[in-house]
């Protein structure tokens, strides 16, 4: 007899029907391959290892930007929401050549160029597909441009398109096109291992609430279930030590499971297993890991705009590189490396009203003010003589012949140790804002190793049959750093790469 399938927490469809294909995760990824299967006419199974009211994986906890290659905004608006706001706006071209180039650039060229190709060149089609089932999308005025004193907007850095409802209203999205599609949604699912035959994947183990190891069969497995980024162990083990006591962003069910089976059933690792993306975070609220309710809200990206200051009262890396998007995904890495994990958004009140309004007026946000630097310092246990000094350096040091505009690279530059190459403002006006920010980490760039289809690969470069991969458990895209926006893309690129073979 063949043993009973597990209990379907979400569906009262007949269990008895073997599926032909099974997805394992819950994120934008993942429903991706789920939905360009159940186009095909399979009976697709996705599986969930959280419980339905921890639904979307990291997904959920995004933003919801997606960086694609496009011609400006004429070739953006068959896709997006219509905003009055569109006739006053300038939306630059972001050629396939420079999006290949911006993943060279912040990857240090360990990018891998043939997966490179293919996420480049197919993920604006991508939205278009997803669009065209449903998913809603928007051009991201509130985090990629800001409004010129002629009351226009100019975006930048190449990342311009987002879901309607961010992160939240990505993940509703695809939970009510699998319904619509007729795909199998199971929440609670703790899928442990894979089941193989002559080297062959044919189907998942799924760990029951009693204990006991329960199979379901299949044509394919697709695995979606994201890297191993919260679990603190496999942290320390491949990122470092230290990386422990990182702050989980997303899902705390992301925690590596998948990816050992992969292992186990004789997929080969793939991508740079040693680094991660991870960001500046509020570092003292309650509650700032995996909150579902503020999300992406306890990061802190404007700032470019101010300087960055460690426990010490010392400046320790460049706020005005490049635009944040290139930026914001290695600094977490930076901030964790500083004494005790911690530094300090240090801004004046002429920059304060330029902060981003989602995350600087967020409920409970760790934030001290005082009207002047030395009292600021004493607020946040700061030498304050020694913050004055630092403030003044860099005030001293700004080229303040130049206009400062926070749309383009202005060469703005504060000539001092470390220098800030770009929108470098003096800080002379009070009050003065300091937010504290730790280190937050988002995923894992290491993975399983797979060719281009999302076909995972041994060692031996041959394709495992009836297994694939996407999202952020298929490693080589990413290294040490990401263009933002880039990791959305991949999810949809190929995870419906994955499900149109599936």
Not at 155 to 181: I, S, Y
């Amino acid at each position: 007899m063949s043993p009973q399938l597990p209990v379907d927490t979400s569906s009262s469809s007949d269990n008895t029907n073997t599926p032909d294909v099974i997805v394992v995760g819950g994120g934008n990824a993942a429903f991706t391959a789920a939905h360009a299967a159940a186009v095909r006419g399979r009976k697709v199974v996705l599986l969930e290892k959280a419980p339905q009211e921890q639904y979307g994986g990291n997904s959920f906890f995004t933003a919801g930007a997606t960086r694609i290659a496009h011609n400006g905004l004429a070739d953006l608006q068959d896709f997006i929401e219509d905003d009055d706001r569109h006739e006053a706006t300038h939306v630059p071209p972001y050629t396939a050549e420079e999006y290949t180039a911006d993943l060279e650039k912040v990857t240090e060229g360990r990018n891998d160029p043939e997966l490179t190709k293919v996420l480049v060149s197919e993920a604006a089609p991508g939205l278009r597909w997803l669009h065209s089932l449903g998913l809603k999308y928007r051009l991201m005025y509130e985090r990629q441009a800001y409004r010129r004193p002629d009351d226009t907007y100019l975006f930048w850095g190449g990342l311009h398109v987002g879901n309607v409802g961010g992160g939240e209203g990505l993940m509703a999205d695809h939970v009510r096109v699998a319904a619509e599609l007729g795909t199998e949604v199971r929440y609670g699912q703790n899928v442990v291992g894979l089941l193989t035959e002559n080297g062959a994947v044919k189907g998942v183990k799924v760990r029951q609430e009693d204990g006991s190891i329960q199979e379901l069969r299949a044509e394919s497995v697709i695995l979606a279930a994201g890297g191993f980024e919260a679990n603190p162990q496999w942290r320390r083990e491949h990122l470092g030590e230290g990386w422990e006591n990182a702050k989980v962003r997303g899902t705390p069910f992301n925690t590596g499971e998948m990816i050992a089976a992969g292992l186990e059933a004789g997929g080969a690792k793939g991508g740079d297993w040693g680094t991660c993306h991870s960001v500046q975070w509020d570092a003292f609220t309650e509650h700032n890991e995996s909150n579902r309710e503020l999300t992406n809200r306890l990061t802190r990206q404007s700032y470019p705009l101010g300087i960055i200051v460690n426990n010490k009262g010392e400046r320790f890396l460049d706020e005005g590189e490049d635009f944040r998007n290139y930026t914001y995904a290695k600094y977490g890495k930076v901030i964790l490396q500083q004494p005790d994990s911690v530094g300090y958004q240090i801004f004046d009140a002429t920059l304060r009203p330029m902060l981003r309004t989602e995350e600087y007026e967020m409920p409970g946000i760790s934030v001290e003010t005082a009207d002047t630097i030395e009292e600021l310092a004493d607020k946040i246990g700061i030498n304050p003589e020694r913050l004055a000094k630092t403030v003044a350096d860099y005030n001293n040091s700004i080229d303040t012949t130049i206009e400062f505009d926070p749309n383009v690279k202005d060469g703005r530059k504060a000539d001092t140790t470390p220098v800030k190459s770009n929108w470098a403002n003096p800080l002379t006006t009070g009050p003065y804002y300091a937010y504290g920010v730790t280190c937050g980490i988002t995923f894992t760039f290491g993975g399983l190793k797979s060719d281009t289809h999302g076909r995972v690969l041994n060692s031996k470069g041959e394709h495992i049959q009836g297994l694939y991969v996407c999202g952020e458990m298929l490693g080589g895209l990413f290294s040490a750093n990401y263009p933002g926006g880039s990791g959305l893309a991949a999810g949809v690129v190929f995870g419906r790469r994955a499900g149109n073979l599936a």
